[in-house]
């Protein structure tokens, strides 16, 4: 086994589009982003970006990103971490391997992200804003409205969300709702069974706020781009990502030398894959059953070479 593994690890290069299984791993987390299986928001970073766009504009012209950046982020951040986390095996059985474009994998999302706001700046005209805003404001409505119950039922604390609904603004509502999905969040256990609020309205309501901030324009900001440049914005966007599948080829394949066929799609999801959260109860079901299955493909080779009759001795 030792063998085969040090042969395969040979391959392990960026570009490349297999894995190779390896020893079966502890547990892979859970690729949800958090312990209810849900994305916290994410904001971009221009620094991050600048350190970034020159390598992937020279990839040449990329194809069109249709994917969602944040949940790009989301994904590449838990898988890095996964691998990472196993970076003693990694360099004890792959020493050649360059582990530093996984390093950068969780700055390049935010890079994405940032390049992401940038082209959807310039298509606030186009009324998708306003849509956004119509749908964002009754489930602010809802939210804050359900947090001020449970200050009264004394379920959470009154500072709390006296700090969210200060300011005014679609951008500070559009903060609101993060802010309001994080306080949920944060009291889960408490106002389980509680409220009106469910799953689904937290999921959506952390898309909605993170997409209107990067979206509204602060006051003084600058304007909407139009024209080539909104066209130069969208192609850095494609640059990044671009970019990113290219070092996320890399990181599936650590993923799946270390989790194995088995374990890689937890343990490193795809770039817009989203799972639901297994419960622990679920997990150690599986558990069972792959120890059961393993079990029993053992038993049936005894039985095989048991039932195979013997050789006869050579005259």
Not at 101 to 108: D, K
Not at 109 to 129: E, T
Not at 176 to 202: E, I, S, W
Request: aromatic fraction near 4%; proline fraction near 5%.
């Amino acid at each position: 086994m030792a063998r085969a593994r040090r042969n395969a690890g040979r391959t392990v290069r960026a570009g490349s589009n297999a894995g190779s299984g390896g020893d079966a791993p502890t547990e892979p987390p859970d690729a949800t982003g958090g312990e209810d299986g849900k994305m916290p928001a994410v904001v971009g970073s221009e620094a991050a970006f600048n350190r970034f766009i020159g390598e992937a504009r020279a990839l040449g012209k990329a194809p069109i990103c249709r994917a969602d950046a944040t949940l790009a982020y989301h994904n590449v951040t838990v898988g890095s971490d996964w691998v990472l986390s196993r970076e003693a095996e990694l360099k004890k059985d792959l020493p050649n391997v360059d582990l530093e474009p996984i390093r950068s994998l969780p700055e390049l999302g935010l890079a994405l992200i940032f390049a992401a706001s940038q082209v959807d700046r310039s298509n606030n005209s186009s009324g998708v804003l306003k849509a956004l805003q119509d749908e964002a404001r009754p489930l602010r409505t809802l939210l804050l409205s359900t947090a001020h119950t449970a200050v009264a039922a004394q379920l959470i604390a009154a500072r709390d969300v006296a700090h969210i609904r200060k300011g005014r603004g679609s951008l500070d509502a559009a903060k609101d709702l993060v802010n309001l999905v994080a306080l949920f969040r944060k009291h889960a256990k408490a106002l389980a069974g509680k409220t009106p609020v469910t799953a689904a309205h937290l999921e959506r309501a952390a898309e909605l706020g993170t997409q209107l901030q990067t979206m509204i324009v602060p006051r003084g900001g600058g304007r909407a781009r139009k024209g080539a440049a909104g066209d130069a914005a969208a192609a850095d966007r494609d640059a990044l990502f671009a970019l990113m599948k290219q070092r996320h080829v890399l990181l599936w394949r650590l993923g799946a030398w270390l989790a194995g066929p088995d374990g890689i799609e937890q343990a490193v999801p795809s770039l817009q894959a989203r799972y639901r959260p297994i419960s622990r109860a679920k997990r150690a079901e599986q558990q069972v059953k792959r120890t059961t299955q393993a079990a029993e493909r053992a038993t049936q080779r005894a039985k095989k070479i048991a039932e195979k009759p013997p050789k006869k001795p050579k005259k």
